[in-house]
Protein backbone atom coordinates (compact mmCIF):
# COMPACT_ATOMS: atom_id res chain seq x y z
CA UNK A 1 0.00 0.00 0.00
CA UNK A 2 2.75 2.62 0.35
CA UNK A 3 4.63 1.72 -2.82
CA UNK A 4 1.14 1.98 -4.57
CA UNK A 5 0.51 5.38 -2.79
CA UNK A 6 4.13 6.89 -3.63
CA UNK A 7 3.86 6.04 -7.42
CA UNK A 8 0.38 7.56 -7.88
CA UNK A 9 1.94 10.50 -6.05
CA UNK A 10 4.93 11.35 -7.86
CA UNK A 11 5.18 9.25 -11.90
CA UNK A 12 7.60 7.77 -12.79
CA UNK A 13 9.54 9.90 -15.60
CA UNK A 14 8.97 8.74 -18.85
CA UNK A 15 11.66 7.23 -20.95
CA UNK A 16 14.18 9.07 -23.27
CA UNK A 17 12.50 7.58 -26.25
CA UNK A 18 8.80 9.01 -25.30
CA UNK A 19 10.32 12.33 -24.49
CA UNK A 20 12.06 12.61 -27.79
CA UNK A 21 8.50 11.18 -29.29
CA UNK A 22 5.90 13.27 -27.65
CA UNK A 23 7.97 16.51 -26.68
CA UNK A 24 8.85 17.62 -23.41
CA UNK A 25 5.72 20.23 -23.39
CA UNK A 26 2.09 19.04 -22.74
CA UNK A 27 0.66 20.77 -25.70
CA UNK A 28 3.41 18.39 -27.73
CA UNK A 29 0.82 15.95 -26.89
CA UNK A 30 -1.91 16.87 -28.10
CA UNK A 31 -1.00 19.33 -31.41
CA UNK A 32 -3.84 22.58 -32.29
CA UNK A 33 -4.98 22.73 -35.77
CA UNK A 34 -3.24 25.53 -38.19
CA UNK A 35 -5.19 28.18 -39.32
CA UNK A 36 -5.19 28.59 -43.16
CA UNK A 37 -3.99 31.96 -44.95
CA UNK A 38 -6.87 34.14 -45.52
CA UNK A 39 -8.01 33.92 -48.92
CA UNK A 40 -9.19 37.20 -50.76
CA UNK A 41 -10.98 35.12 -53.48
CA UNK A 42 -13.21 32.97 -51.07
CA UNK A 43 -17.00 34.28 -51.70
CA UNK A 44 -17.42 36.56 -48.40
CA UNK A 45 -14.39 38.81 -49.03
CA UNK A 46 -15.24 39.01 -53.00
CA UNK A 47 -19.37 40.07 -51.97
CA UNK A 48 -17.97 42.82 -49.79
CA UNK A 49 -15.37 43.92 -51.85
CA UNK A 50 -18.11 44.24 -54.60
CA UNK A 51 -20.41 46.13 -51.96
CA UNK A 52 -17.74 48.48 -51.51
CA UNK A 53 -16.98 49.69 -55.14
CA UNK A 54 -20.81 49.95 -55.61
CA UNK A 55 -21.38 52.53 -53.05
CA UNK A 56 -18.20 54.13 -54.35
CA UNK A 57 -19.81 54.16 -58.18
CA UNK A 58 -22.88 55.09 -56.30
CA UNK A 59 -21.61 58.23 -54.42
CA UNK A 60 -20.07 59.19 -57.69
CA UNK A 61 -23.03 59.09 -59.67
CA UNK A 62 -24.87 61.18 -56.86
CA UNK A 63 -22.82 64.04 -57.22
CA UNK A 64 -22.40 63.81 -60.95
CA UNK A 65 -26.34 64.20 -60.67
CA UNK A 66 -25.91 66.88 -58.01
CA UNK A 67 -23.52 69.36 -59.91
CA UNK A 68 -25.62 68.66 -62.89
CA UNK A 69 -29.03 70.13 -61.48
CA UNK A 70 -26.65 72.69 -60.23
CA UNK A 71 -25.48 73.70 -63.59
CA UNK A 72 -28.93 73.48 -65.23
CA UNK A 73 -30.07 75.63 -62.10
CA UNK A 74 -27.36 78.39 -62.50
CA UNK A 75 -28.19 78.69 -66.27
CA UNK A 76 -32.02 78.92 -65.65
CA UNK A 77 -31.31 81.68 -63.27
CA UNK A 78 -28.58 83.88 -65.46
CA UNK A 79 -30.80 83.25 -68.48
CA UNK A 80 -33.98 84.85 -67.16
CA UNK A 81 -32.45 87.74 -65.30
CA UNK A 82 -29.73 89.04 -67.60
CA UNK A 83 -30.69 89.44 -71.12
CA UNK A 84 -27.72 89.28 -73.93
CA UNK A 85 -27.46 92.12 -76.05
CA UNK A 86 -28.90 91.45 -79.65
CA UNK A 87 -26.47 93.74 -81.24
CA UNK A 88 -22.84 93.98 -79.86
CA UNK A 89 -20.72 97.13 -80.10
CA UNK A 90 -17.36 96.84 -81.69
CA UNK A 91 -14.77 97.74 -79.21
CA UNK A 92 -12.86 100.71 -81.26
CA UNK A 93 -16.53 102.38 -81.65
CA UNK A 94 -16.55 105.45 -80.24
CA UNK A 95 -19.01 105.71 -77.03
CA UNK A 96 -23.10 105.80 -77.63
CA UNK A 97 -24.88 108.36 -75.93
CA UNK A 98 -28.26 107.75 -74.67
CA UNK A 99 -30.65 109.91 -75.66
CA UNK A 100 -32.59 109.28 -72.14
CA UNK A 101 -31.52 110.86 -69.02
CA UNK A 102 -33.47 110.04 -65.54
CA UNK A 103 -34.61 112.51 -63.43
CA UNK A 104 -34.41 110.54 -60.34
CA UNK A 105 -35.89 113.64 -57.96
CA UNK A 106 -38.80 114.06 -60.07
CA UNK A 107 -41.94 112.69 -58.37
CA UNK A 108 -44.95 111.30 -60.14
CA UNK A 109 -48.57 112.38 -59.09
CA UNK A 110 -50.53 109.77 -57.65
CA UNK A 111 -47.52 108.06 -55.77
CA UNK A 112 -45.64 106.27 -58.73
CA UNK A 113 -41.99 107.11 -57.78
CA UNK A 114 -39.54 108.04 -60.23
CA UNK A 115 -39.56 109.86 -63.48
CA UNK A 116 -37.32 110.86 -66.62
CA UNK A 117 -38.56 113.62 -70.20
CA UNK A 118 -37.41 111.41 -72.89
CA UNK A 119 -38.01 111.75 -76.44
CA UNK A 120 -39.99 109.25 -78.01
CA UNK A 121 -40.01 108.54 -81.90
CA UNK A 122 -43.55 109.44 -83.61
CA UNK A 123 -45.02 105.75 -83.69
CA UNK A 124 -48.24 106.67 -85.82
CA UNK A 125 -48.02 108.39 -89.43
CA UNK A 126 -44.80 109.47 -91.07
CA UNK A 127 -43.04 112.55 -90.55
CA UNK A 128 -44.85 113.18 -87.46
CA UNK A 129 -43.19 114.98 -84.51
CA UNK A 130 -41.54 113.37 -81.37
CA UNK A 131 -43.00 114.51 -78.23
CA UNK A 132 -41.43 114.90 -74.94
CA UNK A 133 -43.11 111.55 -72.78
CA UNK A 134 -42.48 111.57 -68.60
CA UNK A 135 -41.38 107.70 -68.23
CA UNK A 136 -41.54 106.08 -65.02
CA UNK A 137 -38.81 103.22 -64.46
CA UNK A 138 -40.30 99.46 -63.76
CA UNK A 139 -37.35 97.86 -62.15
CA UNK A 140 -36.31 95.24 -64.96
CA UNK A 141 -33.82 95.45 -67.69
CA UNK A 142 -35.86 93.67 -70.41
CA UNK A 143 -38.91 96.29 -69.93
CA UNK A 144 -37.01 99.61 -68.32
CA UNK A 145 -39.90 102.32 -68.89
CA UNK A 146 -43.57 102.55 -69.21
CA UNK A 147 -45.40 106.18 -70.03
CA UNK A 148 -47.00 107.84 -67.29
CA UNK A 149 -49.92 108.85 -69.52
CA UNK A 150 -51.33 106.93 -72.39
CA UNK A 151 -54.33 107.02 -74.84
CA UNK A 152 -56.64 104.07 -75.97
CA UNK A 153 -56.75 103.31 -79.93
CA UNK A 154 -59.90 104.85 -81.41
CA UNK A 155 -59.54 108.30 -81.09
CA UNK A 156 -58.28 111.74 -83.46
CA UNK A 157 -55.57 112.86 -82.54
CA UNK A 158 -53.20 110.77 -79.81
CA UNK A 159 -49.63 111.41 -79.08
CA UNK A 160 -48.95 108.80 -76.51
CA UNK A 161 -45.63 106.87 -76.83
CA UNK A 162 -47.78 103.82 -75.71
CA UNK A 163 -50.28 103.83 -79.08
CA UNK A 164 -50.01 105.29 -82.50
CA UNK A 165 -51.03 108.82 -83.26
CA UNK A 166 -54.66 109.36 -84.53
CA UNK A 167 -55.81 106.29 -82.86
CA UNK A 168 -56.93 107.30 -78.98
CA UNK A 169 -60.45 107.71 -76.80
CA UNK A 170 -61.30 110.96 -78.28
CA UNK A 171 -57.54 112.13 -76.83
CA UNK A 172 -58.62 111.49 -73.19
CA UNK A 173 -55.29 110.81 -71.38
CA UNK A 174 -54.94 107.84 -68.65
CA UNK A 175 -52.71 108.21 -65.91
CA UNK A 176 -50.68 105.36 -64.63
CA UNK A 177 -51.62 104.72 -60.97
CA UNK A 178 -49.22 101.92 -60.22
CA UNK A 179 -47.19 99.28 -61.84
CA UNK A 180 -45.08 95.95 -60.85
CA UNK A 181 -43.82 93.11 -62.46
CA UNK A 182 -45.51 89.58 -62.38
CA UNK A 183 -43.08 86.60 -60.97
CA UNK A 184 -43.90 82.70 -60.62
CA UNK A 185 -41.92 80.07 -59.38
CA UNK A 186 -39.68 80.23 -56.06
CA UNK A 187 -36.98 81.56 -58.26
CA UNK A 188 -38.74 84.77 -58.54
CA UNK A 189 -38.69 84.45 -62.85
CA UNK A 190 -39.72 87.14 -64.21
CA UNK A 191 -42.82 86.62 -66.84
CA UNK A 192 -44.16 90.76 -67.36
CA UNK A 193 -44.76 94.09 -66.05
CA UNK A 194 -47.96 95.21 -65.26
CA UNK A 195 -49.37 99.23 -65.23
CA UNK A 196 -52.91 100.30 -64.25
CA UNK A 197 -53.91 103.65 -65.90
CA UNK A 198 -56.95 105.83 -64.89
CA UNK A 199 -58.99 108.10 -67.34
CA UNK A 200 -57.57 111.29 -66.26
CA UNK A 201 -61.61 112.77 -65.99
CA UNK A 202 -62.42 109.56 -63.69
CA UNK A 203 -60.05 110.33 -61.23
CA UNK A 204 -62.24 112.60 -59.21
CA UNK A 205 -64.83 109.66 -58.94
CA UNK A 206 -62.48 107.17 -58.02
CA UNK A 207 -61.64 109.92 -55.58
CA UNK A 208 -65.08 110.31 -53.82
CA UNK A 209 -65.82 106.37 -53.58
CA UNK A 210 -62.52 106.13 -51.82
CA UNK A 211 -62.93 108.93 -49.70
CA UNK A 212 -66.82 107.93 -48.58
CA UNK A 213 -65.44 104.41 -47.65
CA UNK A 214 -62.74 105.18 -45.49
CA UNK A 215 -64.41 108.41 -43.88
CA UNK A 216 -66.74 108.97 -41.22
CA UNK A 217 -69.19 111.27 -42.96
CA UNK A 218 -70.96 110.93 -46.45
CA UNK A 219 -69.76 114.55 -47.56
CA UNK A 220 -66.43 114.51 -46.68
CA UNK A 221 -63.81 115.51 -49.20
CA UNK A 222 -60.57 114.49 -47.79
CA UNK A 223 -59.69 112.00 -45.29
CA UNK A 224 -57.32 113.14 -42.05
CA UNK A 225 -54.52 110.82 -41.18
CA UNK A 226 -56.10 108.44 -39.15
CA UNK A 227 -58.68 107.55 -42.06
CA UNK A 228 -56.14 107.38 -44.37
CA UNK A 229 -54.03 104.54 -42.91
CA UNK A 230 -57.30 103.16 -42.47
CA UNK A 231 -57.61 102.95 -45.74
CA UNK A 232 -54.60 102.02 -46.38
CA UNK A 233 -54.77 99.18 -44.26
CA UNK A 234 -58.51 98.28 -45.94
CA UNK A 235 -56.56 98.28 -49.44
CA UNK A 236 -53.60 95.80 -48.25
CA UNK A 237 -56.07 93.20 -46.01
CA UNK A 238 -56.79 90.14 -48.00
CA UNK A 239 -60.65 90.47 -47.10
CA UNK A 240 -61.31 93.85 -47.08
CA UNK A 241 -59.35 95.02 -49.94
CA UNK A 242 -61.44 92.15 -52.24
CA UNK A 243 -64.61 93.84 -50.90
CA UNK A 244 -63.71 97.31 -51.31
CA UNK A 245 -62.44 97.26 -54.90
CA UNK A 246 -65.51 95.12 -55.85
CA UNK A 247 -67.79 97.86 -54.70
CA UNK A 248 -65.63 100.65 -56.45
CA UNK A 249 -65.45 98.86 -59.79
CA UNK A 250 -69.07 97.44 -59.97
CA UNK A 251 -70.48 100.52 -59.42
CA UNK A 252 -69.02 101.29 -62.87
CA UNK A 253 -68.40 104.99 -64.37
CA UNK A 254 -64.10 104.35 -63.97
CA UNK A 255 -62.36 104.15 -67.57
CA UNK A 256 -59.15 101.56 -66.66
CA UNK A 257 -56.55 100.36 -68.35
CA UNK A 258 -54.12 97.39 -67.33
CA UNK A 259 -51.14 97.96 -69.61
CA UNK A 260 -49.12 94.37 -69.78
CA UNK A 261 -45.91 93.81 -71.77
CA UNK A 262 -43.91 90.98 -71.29
CA UNK A 263 -40.31 90.36 -70.44
CA UNK A 264 -40.08 87.71 -73.11
CA UNK A 265 -42.07 86.18 -75.89
CA UNK A 266 -46.07 84.92 -74.57
CA UNK A 267 -48.53 82.96 -75.36
CA UNK A 268 -52.11 84.29 -75.51
CA UNK A 269 -53.05 81.09 -74.08
CA UNK A 270 -50.35 81.06 -70.93
CA UNK A 271 -52.10 84.80 -70.06
CA UNK A 272 -55.50 83.48 -70.74
CA UNK A 273 -55.41 80.52 -68.17
CA UNK A 274 -54.13 82.93 -64.92
CA UNK A 275 -56.71 85.27 -65.72
CA UNK A 276 -59.30 82.31 -66.22
CA UNK A 277 -57.64 80.80 -63.12
CA UNK A 278 -58.42 84.22 -61.07
CA UNK A 279 -61.64 84.40 -62.34
CA UNK A 280 -63.01 81.36 -61.65
CA UNK A 281 -61.33 81.29 -57.49
CA UNK A 282 -63.06 83.93 -57.41
CA UNK A 283 -66.42 83.37 -59.21
CA UNK A 284 -66.45 80.48 -56.28
CA UNK A 285 -66.33 82.75 -53.33
CA UNK A 286 -68.03 86.16 -54.63
CA UNK A 287 -67.39 89.40 -52.24
CA UNK A 288 -70.81 90.20 -51.13
CA UNK A 289 -72.97 87.41 -51.98
CA UNK A 290 -73.36 87.81 -55.42
CA UNK A 291 -74.00 84.46 -57.60
CA UNK A 292 -72.14 83.77 -61.17
CA UNK A 293 -73.92 80.74 -61.80
CA UNK A 294 -76.10 81.59 -65.01
CA UNK A 295 -75.73 81.01 -68.29
CA UNK A 296 -75.00 84.16 -69.39
CA UNK A 297 -71.79 84.22 -66.72
CA UNK A 298 -70.40 81.14 -68.39
CA UNK A 299 -71.24 82.50 -71.98
CA UNK A 300 -68.94 85.68 -71.06
CA UNK A 301 -66.41 83.37 -69.70
CA UNK A 302 -66.12 81.51 -72.91
CA UNK A 303 -66.22 84.69 -75.16
CA UNK A 304 -62.86 86.02 -72.91
CA UNK A 305 -61.42 82.54 -73.71
CA UNK A 306 -62.04 82.60 -77.21
CA UNK A 307 -60.31 86.25 -77.35
CA UNK A 308 -56.91 84.55 -76.37
CA UNK A 309 -57.36 81.34 -78.44
CA UNK A 310 -53.75 81.82 -80.62
CA UNK A 311 -51.04 83.91 -81.63
CA UNK A 312 -49.32 85.77 -78.43
CA UNK A 313 -47.68 88.82 -77.73
CA UNK A 314 -43.30 89.18 -78.38
CA UNK A 315 -41.06 90.92 -75.72
CA UNK A 316 -41.35 94.47 -74.85
CA UNK A 317 -45.06 94.60 -77.08
CA UNK A 318 -47.86 95.77 -74.86
CA UNK A 319 -50.93 94.15 -74.32
CA UNK A 320 -54.00 96.19 -73.01
CA UNK A 321 -56.88 95.54 -71.19
CA UNK A 322 -59.69 98.10 -71.65
CA UNK A 323 -62.76 98.53 -68.93
CA UNK A 324 -65.18 100.95 -70.15
CA UNK A 325 -67.39 102.79 -68.46
CA UNK A 326 -69.97 100.85 -68.41
CA UNK A 327 -67.38 97.66 -67.38
CA UNK A 328 -66.70 96.11 -71.34
CA UNK A 329 -63.77 94.48 -71.27
CA UNK A 330 -61.65 95.15 -74.51
CA UNK A 331 -58.38 94.03 -75.66
CA UNK A 332 -55.80 95.45 -77.80
CA UNK A 333 -52.50 93.89 -78.62
CA UNK A 334 -49.21 95.28 -80.20
CA UNK A 335 -47.97 93.87 -83.61
CA UNK A 336 -44.32 93.41 -84.46
CA UNK A 337 -44.74 96.33 -86.79
CA UNK A 338 -45.71 98.56 -84.72
CA UNK A 339 -49.37 98.66 -84.96
CA UNK A 340 -52.22 97.91 -82.73
CA UNK A 341 -54.99 95.00 -83.21
CA UNK A 342 -58.51 94.54 -82.06
CA UNK A 343 -58.90 91.90 -80.18
CA UNK A 344 -62.54 91.80 -79.65
CA UNK A 345 -64.79 92.65 -76.29
CA UNK A 346 -66.38 90.93 -73.86
CA UNK A 347 -69.72 93.14 -72.87
CA UNK A 348 -70.35 91.20 -69.23
CA UNK A 349 -68.80 93.39 -66.48
CA UNK A 350 -68.28 90.43 -64.17
CA UNK A 351 -65.10 89.43 -66.22
CA UNK A 352 -63.47 92.19 -66.40
CA UNK A 353 -64.64 92.87 -62.87
CA UNK A 354 -62.78 89.57 -61.59
CA UNK A 355 -59.95 90.44 -63.96
CA UNK A 356 -59.08 93.33 -62.44
CA UNK A 357 -59.61 91.90 -58.84
CA UNK A 358 -56.87 89.41 -59.98
CA UNK A 359 -54.58 92.33 -59.64
CA UNK A 360 -56.21 94.57 -56.79
CA UNK A 361 -58.02 92.83 -53.96
CA UNK A 362 -57.43 89.46 -52.67
CA UNK A 363 -55.11 86.93 -50.34
CA UNK A 364 -53.49 86.44 -53.70
CA UNK A 365 -52.85 88.59 -55.99
CA UNK A 366 -50.83 88.21 -60.26
CA UNK A 367 -48.41 91.06 -58.49
CA UNK A 368 -48.05 92.24 -55.19
CA UNK A 369 -45.93 94.38 -56.16
CA UNK A 370 -48.28 95.87 -58.16
CA UNK A 371 -50.81 95.92 -55.60
CA UNK A 372 -48.36 97.94 -52.94
CA UNK A 373 -47.43 100.13 -55.99
CA UNK A 374 -50.91 101.12 -57.17
CA UNK A 375 -52.29 101.38 -53.11
CA UNK A 376 -49.16 103.84 -53.22
CA UNK A 377 -50.93 105.60 -55.95
CA UNK A 378 -54.74 105.75 -54.88
CA UNK A 379 -53.27 106.83 -51.22
CA UNK A 380 -51.88 109.79 -53.50
CA UNK A 381 -55.11 110.77 -55.23
CA UNK A 382 -56.91 111.19 -51.42
CA UNK A 383 -54.59 112.80 -49.74
CA UNK A 384 -56.30 115.72 -52.06
CA UNK A 385 -59.20 117.13 -51.95
CA UNK A 386 -61.64 115.58 -54.27
CA UNK A 387 -61.45 117.32 -57.71
CA UNK A 388 -57.75 118.45 -57.48
CA UNK A 389 -55.78 115.94 -58.54
CA UNK A 390 -57.39 115.75 -62.10
CA UNK A 391 -56.09 119.46 -63.02
CA UNK A 392 -52.58 118.61 -61.58
CA UNK A 393 -51.92 115.48 -63.57
CA UNK A 394 -52.70 117.04 -66.85
Known amino acids: MRLSTRCLRNPPPLHPSQTRL ?30 QVRAHYTRRNYYAATGAALCMLATLILVSTYDLPTTPEQCDSPPRHDTTSLERGAALVGGVSGGAEVRIAGAGT ?19 FFPKTLSLPGGASSTSPALPVGTGDADEPYQLVGLGIRTVSFLSIQVYVVGLYIATSDIATLQARLVRAAASTETASTLVAGEKEELRQALLDPLRSEELWDGVLKQGGIRSVLRIVPTRNTDFGHLRDGWVRGITARSQRPAGGERFEDEGFGEAVGRFKALFGRGGVGKGKALMLERMGDGVLGAWVEGEKGGWERMGEVRDERVGRLVWLGYLGGKKVASEAARQSVVDGVMGFVERPVGTVETQVV
Open 22 to 51: FGAHPRALFPQPTTPPHNPLDPIARHRLET
Open 126 to 144: AGSKQEEVPQVPTGTSSVP
